[in-house]
């Protein structure tokens, strides 16, 4: 008689084929944002960041879009921001989708893909969990969803 026995495992990697390493500085996200601004992570220090890589044509992008706002409401006692870095699609379309879902978060345009490239993003959505020194802490690949976000968080709250 043959037994077969399935394993699953799950690892966490620290590194994301060559991009940034868990445990060490975040890439800077710089760039000029959807209204014009100018933006720069570094001035950030001193909070909890969710770096979200994204865009409207994306549909996962679109389904968690809500959950992101919940929760920078649900944690603004910690003092935590959500940045965007649209990727892959057009400004104007993005725009158009965060005047729809009411967004207050800054979204980084990023035309040339120099911040999805330091990232090593490999497809939409993927989202980074940055501390208050600016160590990167956990990645999400693919949509987040609350028990997601929750988990994560927690290594980078207050």
Not at 123 to 148: K, M, N
Request: charged content about 25%; overall charge negative; glycine content about 10%.
């Amino acid at each position: 008689m043959v037994t077969t026995i399935g394993v699953v495992v799950f690892v966490e990697s620290t590194r994301t084929g060559g991009g940034p390493a868990v445990g060490a500085q975040a890439p800077d996200v710089s760039g000029t944002t959807l209204d014009g601004g100018e933006f720069r992570l570094a001035d950030l220090r001193g909070h909890p960041v969710v770096v979200n890589f994204w865009g409207p044509s994306c549909v996962p992008c679109r389904e968690e879009f809500p959950l992101l706002a919940a929760k920078l409401d649900e944690h603004a006692a910690d003092g935590l921001v959500v940045v965007g870095v649209l990727t892959d699609d057009a400004p104007a379309d993005a725009e158009a989708f965060v005047a729809e879902y009411g967004a207050t978060w800054p979204t980084v345009i990023d035309p040339d893909k120099t911040i999805k490239s330091a990232y090593r993003v490999a497809y939409r959505p993927q989202t980074y969990f940055i501390d208050a020194d600016g160590i990167l802490r956990s990645i999400q690949y693919g949509e987040v969803r609350d028990e997601d976000f929750e988990r994560q968080y927690q290594r980078i709250a207050p």
